[in-house]
């Protein structure tokens, strides 16, 4: 049997013993110091939902503006590219062929050379439905010849807005885009 040791101070008196070590999470603490926590306060999350809400405040705008100016020219490259079809078909086709623009609904129409009757080339597009954008136009159809050239006498003005933005499309007497 072992004995334990004996303590004695620096006077010589006999010391109280030490109590034993323990080891683990609560090795260091006093008994009734609290445990740390490990997530977030009620007051850290609190100024988290506010930052958050200030950020969302000020970018809203930002990005639903950047939103309506990518729609006007997103809805003016629609308009280019049909026109460019249009002038395409009739040139290689050598017919006539006519781009209607009657209350924002865009369509490229010819004639059947085999049965004459009226085609509609592609989809038509309806330009408020697809990019929410008003349009307007000096006429309201385009007409090219069978080599491609426009049959109208002067140009042509295609306007698209929407909100603060609008853009222009002007398309000359002969039928190219400025």
Do not use: C, W
């Not at 080339?121 to 010849?145: E, I, K, N």
């Not at 050239?149 to 398309?171: H, K, N, P, V």
Request: net charge positive.
């Amino acid at each position: 049997m072992m004995s334990q040791p004996v303590l004695v101070d620096k006077t010589g008196a006999l010391a109280a013993p030490r109590p034993a070590k323990s080891f683990g999470p609560t090795a260091d603490r006093a008994p009734h110091t609290p445990q740390k926590g490990r997530g977030f306060t009620l007051i850290e999350m609190m100024v988290a939902v506010v930052v958050m809400g200030a950020v969302t405040t000020i970018a809203f705008p930002l990005m639903s503006s950047g939103i309506m100016r990518q729609s006007v020219r997103s809805a003016a490259d629609a308009i280019r590219v049909m026109h460019g079809r249009a002038r395409d078909h009739a040139s290689q086709r050598s017919q006539p062929t006519v781009i209607d623009l009657k209350g924002g609904i865009v369509a490229i129409r010819s004639i059947n050379p085999l049965t004459g009757a009226p085609d509609t080339l592609g989809a038509v597009q309806s330009m408020p439905d697809r990019f929410g954008v008003t349009v307007s136009a000096t006429r309201d159809s385009l007409v090219f010849d069978g080599r491609g050239i426009g049959m109208e006498g002067s140009g042509t003005r295609i306007y698209l807005s929407r909100g603060i933005y609008a853009d222009t499309i002007e398309i000359s007497a002969l039928g190219r885009i400025r």
